[in-house]
């Protein structure tokens, strides 16, 4: 399914992102290897990810007008990524390009029983700086919502957190992947602060959650939380991330 693209700097988005693309190289195999083993894998798959780029998506699958603010390699796949955000109706305005570093890519092992693990190489998206920001400042201030999380560098994410709680904009906060001295400035600037132990799936919900929040900004959030897992539900499915999450006319219509 493809949505048109062609937004201009004066648009209003309802959902802002800021956050990471990730371009996913994902293995299956029986069970996870042991330190200095190798196993035989049976299935091999390149897939979009990253948690604030899966998080977006997932909010514009359900129809909400939305921007990703981050920065991608000036490589084959960034360019891709580039081309998936538009082919999800999610505005490019903000997504840099850069040669400085190459797109961030994130070796995931799934086994057998769904269990993975995962190494993030952030490349391009610890570039993303406050300059980039500062562009980004008129959207992110006229946005229902702003996602973030913490697969860019912390100080950014704090730094959009804060011009966008300043503004009077609902913000959602995910702290993963979690750090252990995590700013205690983080809890003042987060509306909604959520942890998620299932990468894809959590994304899923927060993409959810933040549609609901911008659309639906009477209903209780608990009511919020119970659709968007309906929601999240759907994404454990089907293998892979981005590639498992739901468009809106694929749900039960009592969901909207």
């Known amino acids: 399914m493809s949505f048109p693209a062609h937004y201009s700097s004066d648009e209003v988005y309802d959902v802002v992102v800021v956050g990471s693309c990730m371009t996913d190289l994902v293995s299956f195999t029986p069970r996870l290897p042991k330190a200095g083993e ?40 960034g360019d891709n990524y580039i081309e998936n955000f538009k082919n999800n109706g ?13 797109t961030g890519v994130a070796p995931i ?44 560098r912390p100080a950014i994410t704090l730094e959009a957190l804060k011009i966008a709680h300043k503004a009077g904009v609902k ?18 600037e987060s509306d909604v602060f959520c942890c998620n132990e299932t990468e894809g799936a959590g994304d899923s919900f927060l993409g959810a959650l933040a ?30 991330t981005q590639a498992s999450y739901p468009y809106r006319a694929q749900l039960p219509q009592e969901l909207f």
């Open 90 to 102: 999610v505005s490019t305005e903000y997504v840099g390009q850069t040669d400085e570093a190459s």
């Open 211 to 240: 549609f609901y929040m911008a659309y639906y900004p009477c209903m209780e959030l608990e009511e919020m939380s119970r659709r968007a897992c309906d929601i999240a539900s759907v994404s454990v499915q089907s293998q892979g």
């Open 38 to 77: 190798t196993i035989h894998g049976h299935k091999f798959f390149i897939g979009f990810g990253g948690k604030g780029a899966n998080q977006c998506i997932q909010a514009a699958r359900l129809g909400a007008k939305a921007a990703m603010v981050s920065k991608v390699g000036k490589d084959s796949f």
């Open 171 to 188: 913000t959602i906060f995910n702290p993963a992947p979690a750090v252990a001295d995590l700013d205690p400035e983080f809890y003042k």
């Open 109 to 152: 092992t799934v086994n057998d029983e769904g269990q993975n693990a995962i190494v993030i190489i952030a490349g391009a998206n610890l570039l993303l700086n406050s300059e980039d920001l500062e562009k980004a400042s008129r959207v992110i201030c006229c946005a229902k919502v702003v996602v973030c999380q913490l697969e860019i």
